[in-house]
């Protein structure tokens, strides 16, 4: 059986730290959630689904290069396939929180 290819995205923003790249991620799903139940807590990171099947909490991120960060599912069992990585890559795009979004295989 063929293993499944992995992907992550490569974003890129004017972030000083990645912690603030990180909160640049989870904002606009935290205020989303926000306006749909009206309160949050941090164990609703695993309830706020940012693509089908893959919550903010699966969800880590990176520093590459100044600037630059990696987001991916790494440290969870679930697998940022292609499918999804593209659906993550537009609403990523939609939210406008980084400048450059693209999507490579993970190594």
Request: proline share 3%.
């Amino acid at each position: 059986m063929e293993k499944a290819t992995e992907f992550c995205l490569i974003v890129e923003g004017n972030y000083f730290t990645v912690e603030e790249a990180k909160h640049a991620l989870c904002d606009p799903f935290i205020e989303d959630f926000v306006e749909q139940t009206g309160r949050f807590r941090i164990q609703n990171f695993e309830d706020i689904q940012v693509v089908t099947g893959i919550s903010l909490g699966d969800l880590e991120i990176g520093e590459i290069d100044d600037g630059v960060y990696e987001i991916s599912c790494r440290t969870s069992p679930l697998i940022l396939n292609r499918r999804k990585a593209d659906l993550l890559a537009e609403t990523l795009r939609r939210q406008a929180m980084f400048d450059e979004i693209s999507i490579e295989p993970l190594v």
